[in-house]
């Protein structure tokens, strides 16, 4: 596609459940980000790909949120046993250098 | 570490007015300085960058000079229109092992009344 796609664009789910982000990026992009956003405040770095495999987690805030890129394309964030202070809008960017990143629309996400 | 702090808002003005929205970082190592966009119901947009010291970047009529003496990277723009109401977030990333990760400021929300 022309630019970064993110599904679903709303997602609401009940505390405790499991819920998958989805982010296809820009074809040919071998770098992945994943941002968290919550409401008035900027995009959190969450992850980042370089290709098939994370060079940097450190911005997960804790093992119930997991990521993976299988083919190096399309990747996924998982989220386990979701609690209310996860709701937010979740971005996905590519970028081909690192120079410049392409940001998706986001998910947001709502646990309730 | 790293971290960036812009002028809060909202910002309010009317059209053809002069707009600056205050940004000043801290980081470790030589960053490069970003500002993005994100208009109503779309993504965030690069507007424009500066890689090092004493450059500018713009775009749309909207300018920004890296200033290293004061760590600052202010967004200004001569004459606002209604289309550049939007969010406006100021960004560095900082050349380090993490190929293009940003840190962000917290956004202003800009209006721009006819």
């Known amino acids: 596609g022309a630019g970064v796609s993110q599904t679903p664009s709303n997602k609401v789910t009940e505390k405790g459940k499991y819920v998958e982000l989805r982010c296809d990026p820009i074809?040919?992009?071998?770098?992945l980000y994943w941002y968290r956003q919550s409401l008035g405040q900027g995009p959190e770095f969450l992850i980042y790909?370089?290709?098939?495999?994370?060079?940097?987690d450190s911005g997960l805030p804790n093992d119930r949120f997991f990521a993976v890129r299988p083919e190096g394309s399309v990747s996924t964030l998982k989220i386990q046993r979701t609690e209310r202070g996860d709701s937010a809008v979740y971005l996905c960017?590519?970028?081909?250098?690192?120079?410049?990143?392409?940001f998706g629309q986001g998910t947001r996400l709502t646990v309730v | 570490g790293n971290s960036v702090t812009q002028m809060e808002g909202p910002v309010t003005l009317s059209e053809e007015a002069f707009l600056t929205i205050n940004c000043t970082y801290t980081?470790?190592?030589?960053?490069?300085l970003f500002w993005y966009v994100q208009y109503p119901g779309e993504g965030l947009q690069l507007l424009l960058k500066?890689?090092?010291?004493?450059d500018k970047g713009s775009n749309k009529g909207f300018e920004a000079t890296y200033r290293k003496e004061t760590t600052s990277f202010h967004l200004e723009k001569g004459s606002v229109q209604v289309s550049d109401s939007a969010v406006y977030f100021c960004?560095?990333?900082?050349?380090?092992?993490?190929?293009?990760?940003?840190?962000f400021g917290r956004g202003t929300q800009l209006t721009v009344w006819p």
């Open positions: 500066a890689t090092k010291a004493d």
């Open positions: 960017a590519s970028s081909l250098t690192g120079a410049e990143a392409f």
């Open positions: 980081a470790t190592g030589y960053p490069s």
């Open positions: 074809s040919g992009h071998t770098a």
């Open positions: 960004a560095l990333s900082d050349g380090g092992s993490t190929l293009g990760r940003l840190y």
């Open positions: 790909f370089q290709g098939t495999g994370a060079a940097d």
